[in-house]
C-alpha cells in the first residue's frame, strides 16, 4: 500500500518465490549440514588412516564451496529482491524490527565465507588439527545462521507476544522457534547426506565408492529420527487454529502435505537402497534423482509454511496484501485508491473500472496471485463468475477461505476489481438488458354469464412462484411438481360449495403435454428416487391431464410434473390449465383457465459457470451443475461429483431434510432452506432484494418474473415479508442451532440482521410451516399501517394463506385471491391479464373475487354482510 507495484503478471503467485528462495533455501540447508558432513568424514579419514577418503574431502569440499558459496550467494541476494518485490511492507518490518538479529547474521555469514575458502584451500598447507577447527568454525558460524534466520522466519509464522509488546526477543523466541530449529537442523543433515552421495557415487574405486555412499546413506537415514520427532513437536507448537486451517481448511495444501510425507518416504527407502552394493551407473543415477527430490521435498515444506501464514504475511499483525490488520477498518472507510500512496486514480466511475480495477488486483493481489502463470492464476479461479457474481464472493471471501484477507475497499471497488478480473480477463459479462419477452397476442376470457349459470369454478396453485432444477444428470433439488387446487360453487342466496357427485377434471395446454419436455429431469429418477418416474406423471403419478381427487372443501391434483418447456421449443414459464366441472351425467356445469406457474431460471451461472440450457435464458447446463457439485466437494469434503460422473446423480435431499416434498434427510446436516439461505447469504446479503432473485425467479429484468401480484405492483419487495437474505437465513438457521447442528452456528457467524437490532431477537422458525402472513399487515383486514412483516410468521401449516380459509370455514382464501406472490390483480409478463383471467370471468375486473361489493358472482341476492371476512365490503383500494 505504502509503495510502488510492479506488474509480474505471469511472473506472480510465487513463481519467483518458488523458483528463487526455495532453491536457495535448499542450498542454504545443505550449507548447514554439509559443513558438518566435511569435519566428521575428515575425521573418519584420520582415524581410519584412509588417504582416500581424505582426498574424497578435498573434493567434496571444493564441490560444497562452489554450491553454496557461488549458488548460495546469487540466490540469497535474489530472495532479497524478491521479498522486497512481492511484499516491501512486510521486508520492511523484519528489517526494522530484526536489524540487529541480520547484523549479526552477517557477521556470521562473513565467517562461514572466510573459513569455508581457509578450509576449502588448505588441505596440504595447514596441520590436520588447524585445519579440522577451520572446518568446525564453519559449521559453527553455518548453524547459528541458520539459528538467527529460523527465529527471523518462524516469527513471520508465529509472532507470539511480540503482536503485544513488538519486544525483539518476544519475536525471535516465538512459540515456533525451538521446533523449527531442530526440524530445519535434521533437514540440514539429511541434505548433507543427499548431496555426499551426489559425490561419493561418483568415485571409481569400487571398495571406496561402496564404503562411502554406505556412509553418506546412513548420515542421510541417522537424522531422520529427529526429523521425526520436531516434525511432530514443530505441528503442536502451532496454535490450534493455525493447525486446523494447514491441515482441514485449506484444500490448496493438500498436495504439498502429501508430498511431503510421499518423498520423507521416498528419500528414506533410498537411502536404504543406496547402502546396497549397485553399479556405479544405477547409483549415480539413484544419487542425481535423489537430490532432485529433496528439493522438492524442501518445496513441499516451504510452501506448506508459506501457505500456513495465510491470510498473513505476518500473522495477526499484516495480511498478505500489506495492509496492517490494525488499519483494515480505516482502510475500508476510505478505499483503497486513497489509501493507496502510488495509486494515480483515487475514485471509481464508470468509465474507469478497467483501469482502477487493475490498479485493485495490482495492490490486493498480485503479491498471492499470478495472471496467466504457472501458480495461483487468477483466471481459472475466477472463470465462473460474472462481475455481479464475483463482487459478492470478494465482498466476503475470507468467509469461506480462511487463508484469504478480507477484502479491503468500499463496495464501489469490489465491483471495479470483480469487473477488471471477470470481464477484462476473461471476458464473462451481466446482462445488460432485460429478457425480451414477447407477450400473448390474446388472453382468452372463459364464458360466464351470471343470468344463466348456475356454477363458479375457481381455480389456484398453491405456490405462486415456483422454480424447478433440470439438471438430473448431476444432481436434483426442486423436481417438478405443481399442486394444483379447485373449488366449485354452486350459486344461490346461501352458495354451497360442492364436493360430491361432480367431477374436475384438468387438461394441460397440449404444447406441454409431450413427455420429452421432462425428460431432463426424470431420466435419472431410478437412481435418485429408487424408482422409475414417468415424465407425464411425476412423483405422484398424477397425468398432466386427468382428474382431481375429492377432498372436504376442495378438489386437489398433487405434484402434478409441469415444465416451462413448450414443444416447439423455448421457455414459458406459465403454462396453460383448463378445468372442467362436471356432474355424474357428464353435462359441463363449469369451466375456467389457471396459469401453472413453474420456472428453471435460477442464476446459478452467475457465480458457477456454464450458460442458460434453453433458450438462452433459464435451464441448468451440465457444466453449472456439475461446477456447483465441485465447490460443495471443496468446501464440505465431499465427493459429489466424481459420483455424479460415475452415473450415480444426487439427491440434495439424501442428506438435507426437506419438509416442502416430505424428505428427512440424514438428520445430520442442515434441512434444505438453511443450508442455501444460509450459505449464499454470507455473499449475497448486502445485495438486497437483488439477493432474493439472484435465484428465484422473480427478478424484473429476467425470462420468469414470478413475483407479479399487486405487492409487486405496489413496488414491494421481497425483503417487505422476508427481510434481507440475512435476517430470513438467521431465522431459519436458529432453529436448527437449537436442534443442535454446529454448521448453522458457524454460517450465522458474520450474518447481521437488518430488521432487527440483534440476531436474539430473530424468532427461530421452520421452512414451509412458519411463513410471513397477510394479516400480520393487515391486521384485522384493514388498511396497512405497517409494510414491514419480518419476524411475524405462522404457528403451523394450517395457519398458511394457502391452507386457510375464511371466517364460514367454507372458501379457501386463495380462491378468491390467488396464490401468494401472484395476488390479484395481477400483471402476468406473458400476457398482462394471464393470471387475472376468473375474476375478468366472473366479475368483468381483475381485483379478488368478490371485491368492489361483488358478492353477485356467487349470491343471487344483494349482500350487504362482511360474511367472509371484516372490510370484505370497502371498495378495492388498488385500482
Known amino acids: 500500500m505504502n509503495y510502488p507495484v510492479l506488474n509480474l503478471d505471469v511472473f506472480g503467485g510465487g513463481l519467483l518465490i518458488a523458483l528463487i528462495a526455495v532453491f536457495h533455501v535448499y542450498i542454504a540447508h545443505f550449507a548447514v549440514g554439509g559443513g558438518l558432513f566435511l569435519v566428521l568424514t575428515e575425521h573418519k579419514g584420520y582415524r581410519e588412516q584412509n588417504p582416500a577418503i581424505i582426498e574424497y574431502v578435498r573434493r567434496h569440499a571444493k564441490f560444497f564451496l562452489l554450491v553454496t558459496m557461488v549458488a548460495g550467494s546469487m540466490t540469497g541476494?535474489?530472495?532479497?529482491?524478491?521479498?522486497?518485490?512481492?511484499?516491501?511492507?512486510?521486508?520492511?518490518?523484519?528489517?526494522?524490527?530484526?536489524?540487529?538479529?541480520?547484523?549479526?547474521?552477517?557477521?556470521?555469514?562473513?565467517?562461514?565465507?572466510?573459513?569455508?575458502?581457509?578450509?576449502?584451500?588448505?588441505?596440504?598447507?595447514?596441520?590436520?588439527?588447524?585445519?579440522?577447527?577451520?572446518?568446525?568454525?564453519?559449521?559453527?558460524?553455518?548453524?547459528?545462521?541458520?539459528?538467527?534466520?529460523?527465529?527471523?522466519?518462524?516469527?513471520?509464522?508465529?509472532?507470539?507476544?511480540?503482536?503485544?509488546?513488538?519486544?525483539?526477543?518476544?519475536?525471535?523466541?516465538?512459540?515456533?522457534?525451538?521446533?523449527?530449529?531442530?526440524?530445519?537442523?535434521?533437514?540440514?543433515?539429511?541434505?548433507?547426506?543427499?548431496?555426499?552421495?551426489?559425490t561419493a557415487t561418483r568415485i571409481k574405486n569400487p571398495e571406496l565408492r561402496h564404503h562411502l555412499v554406505r556412509y553418506c546413506a546412513l548420515y542421510l537415514l541417522i537424522p531422520f529420527v529427529l526429523l521425526l520427532g520436531s516434525t511432530w513437536w514443530y505441528k503442536i507448537a502451532l496454535p490450534p487454529e493455525l493447525r486446523t486451517m494447514i491441515f482441514q481448511l485449506m484444500p490448496e495444501m493438500q498436495p504439498y502435505i502429501t508430498g511431503f510425507i510421499l518423498f520423507s518416504a521416498v528419500l528414506f527407502l533410498g537411502g536404504l537402497l543406496m547402502a546396497i552394493r549397485l553399479p556405479r551407473c544405477m547409483s549415480c543415477s539413484a544419487a542425481v534423482i535423489m537430490v532432485v527430490i529433496g528439493l522438492l521435498y524442501m518445496g513441499c515444506f516451504e510452501f506448506i509454511r508459506e501457505g500456513g501464514r495465510r491470510p498473513y504475511i505476518i500473522r495477526n499483525y499484516m495480511y498478505s496484501n500489506s495492509i496492517l490488520k490494525q488499519d483494515l477498518q480505516a482502510v475500508r472507510q476510505q478505499g483503497v485508491l486513497k489509501t493507496a500512496k502510488w495509486s494515480r486514480e483515487k475514485r471509481v466511475t464508470r468509465d474507469n473500472r478497467l483501469t482502477t480495477g487493475k490498479t485493485l488486483y495490482n495492490l490486493l493481489c498480485l503479491s498471492c496471485h499470478s495472471i496467466g502463470g504457472p501458480l495461483n492464476d487468477i483466471k481459472p479461479m475466477t472463470k465462473n463468475f460474472t462481475p455481479w457474481g464475483l463482487e459478492n464472493m470478494i465482498g466476503a471471501i475470507d468467509r469461506f477461505h480462511p487463508y484469504m484477507p478480507p477484502f479491503a475497499g468500499t463496495r464501489l471497488e469490489a465491483k471495479a476489481l470483480a469487473y477488471y478480473i471477470a470481464f477484462g480477463l476473461n471476458g464473462r459479462q451481466d446482462p445488460s438488458e432485460p429478457v425480451a419477452i414477447q407477450p400473448l397476442a390474446e388472453v382468452k376470457i372463459p364464458a360466464f354469464n351470471r343470468e344463466t349459470d348456475t356454477y363458479v369454478l375457481l381455480a389456484w396453485t398453491d405456490m405462486g412462484m415456483q422454480a424447478i432444477t433440470d439438471a438430473s444428470r448431476s444432481w436434483m433439488m426442486l423436481p417438478p411438481g405443481a399442486n394444483l387446487h379447485a373449488q366449485l360453487i354452486k350459486r344461490g342466496e346461501i352458495p354451497e360449495v360442492v364436493t360430491?357427485?361432480?367431477?374436475?377434471?384438468?387438461?394441460?395446454?397440449?404444447?406441454?403435454?409431450?413427455?420429452?419436455?421432462?425428460?431432463?429431469?426424470?431420466?435419472?429418477?431410478?437412481?435418485?428416487?429408487?424408482?422409475?418416474?414417468?415424465?407425464?406423471?411425476?412423483?405422484?403419478?398424477?397425468?398432466?391431464?386427468?382428474?382431481?381427487?375429492?377432498?372436504?372443501?376442495?378438489?386437489?391434483?398433487?405434484?402434478?410434473?409441469?415444465?416451462?418447456?413448450p414443444a416447439g421449443g423455448g421457455y414459458m414459464p406459465y403454462p396453460d390449465m383448463t378445468l372442467t366441472a362436471t356432474d355424474t351425467t357428464g353435462k359441463v356445469l363449469a369451466t375456467t383457465k389457471t396459469v401453472i406457474p413453474v420456472a428453471t431460471e435460477m442464476g446459478c451461472s452467475t457465480c458457477h459457470g456454464g450458460q442458460w440450457r434453453v433458450d438462452g435464458r433459464a435451464g441448468l447446463s451440465r457444466t453449472t451443475a456439475d461446477n456447483i457439485l465441485a465447490v460443495h466437494d471443496r468446501l464440505s469434503g465431499t465427493d459429489l461429483k466424481q459420483q455424479a460422473a460415475s452415473g450415480r446423480p444426487v439427491l440434495c435431499q439424501q442428506c438435507h431434510g426437506d419438509s416442502r416434498f416430505g424428505l428427512q434427510g440424514n438428520g445430520r446436516q442442515l434441512n434444505m432452506s438453511a443450508s442455501i439461505h444460509g450459505f449464499h447469504a454470507n455473499f449475497l446479503d448486502p445485495q438486497g432484494a437483488d439477493a432474493c432473485t439472484a435465484c428465484h425467479p422473480a427478478a424484473d429484468n429476467g425470462a420468469s418474473r414470478s413475483f407479479r401480484g399487486i405487492h409487486h405492483t405496489l413496488e414491494l419487495k421481497c425483503t417487505n415479508c422476508h427481510g434481507s437474505l440475512a435476517d430470513h437465513a438467521l431465522s431459519l438457521l436458529k432453529a436448527e442451532q437449537a436442534a443442535g447442528k454446529k454448521r448453522a452456528s458457524v454460517l450465522m457467524e458474520n450474518l447481521k440482521p437488518e430488521m432487527v437490532a440483534d440476531v436474539a431477537e430473530i424468532i427461530p422458525?421452520?421452512?414451509?410451516?412458519?411463513?410471513?402472513?397477510?394479516?400480520?399487515?393487515?391486521?384485522?383486514?384493514?388498511?396497512?399501517?405497517?409494510?414491514?412483516?419480518?419476524?411475524?410468521?405462522?404457528?403451523?401449516?394450517?395457519?398458511?394463506?394457502?391452507?386457510?380459509?375464511?371466517?364460514?370455514?367454507q372458501l379457501r382464501c386463495s380462491g378468491c385471491h390467488n396464490a401468494t406472490h401472484a395476488l390479484y390483480p395481477a400483471v402476468n409478463p406473458y400476457g398482462r391479464n394471464l393470471d387475472n383471467r376468473q375474476p375478468l370471468q366472473y366479475q368483468n375486473a381483475p381485483f379478488p373475487i368478490g371485491s368492489n361489493k361483488g358478492c353477485a358472482v356467487c349470491h343471487t341476492v344483494p349482500m350487504d354482510e362482511e360474511m367472509h371476512h371484516p372490510n370484505m365490503l370497502h371498495t378495492f383500494r388498488n385500482q
Open 765 to 809: 422458525r421452520q421452512p414451509w410451516v412458519n411463513e410471513p402472513d397477510c394479516l400480520n399487515c393487515h391486521v384485522d383486514f384493514q388498511t396497512p399501517e405497517d409494510d414491514i412483516t419480518f419476524n411475524k410468521y405462522t404457528k403451523n401449516e394450517a395457519a398458511l394463506f394457502r391452507n386457510r380459509t375464511d371466517a364460514s370455514g
Open 500 to 565: 360430491e357427485n361432480v367431477q374436475i377434471s384438468y387438461k394441460i395446454d397440449p404444447a406441454f403435454a409431450h413427455p420429452a419436455a421432462a425428460i431432463e429431469f426424470w431420466q435419472n429418477a431410478p437412481l435418485l428416487y429408487g424408482k422409475k418416474i414417468k415424465p407425464d406423471t411425476g412423483l405422484s403419478g398424477n397425468p398432466l391431464t386427468g382428474t382431481m381427487k375429492a377432498g372436504e372443501l376442495d378438489f386437489s391434483a398433487d405434484l402434478l410434473p409441469v415444465v416451462p418447456y
Open 77 to 198: 541476494v535474489g530472495i532479497w529482491f524478491t521479498i522486497a518485490l512481492l511484499n516491501p511492507g512486510a521486508t520492511s518490518v523484519l528489517i526494522h524490527n530484526f536489524v540487529f538479529g541480520w547484523a549479526t547474521e552477517w557477521v556470521f555469514f562473513l565467517l562461514e565465507i572466510i573459513s569455508i575458502f581457509i578450509y576449502a584451500y588448505t588441505f596440504d598447507s595447514l596441520d590436520r588439527r588447524t585445519h579440522l577447527l577451520m572446518g568446525w568454525i564453519y559449521f559453527g558460524a553455518a548453524w547459528m545462521s541458520l539459528f538467527i534466520i529460523n527465529g527471523i522466519i518462524d516469527f513471520m509464522l508465529t509472532p507470539g507476544n511480540w503482536i503485544e509488546n513488538h519486544s525483539f526477543w518476544s519475536g525471535f523466541f516465538n512459540p515456533t522457534f525451538w521446533p523449527a530449529l531442530f526440524f530445519r537442523t535434521a533437514l540440514a543433515l539429511i541434505f548433507a547426506g543427499l548431496f555426499g552421495l551426489l
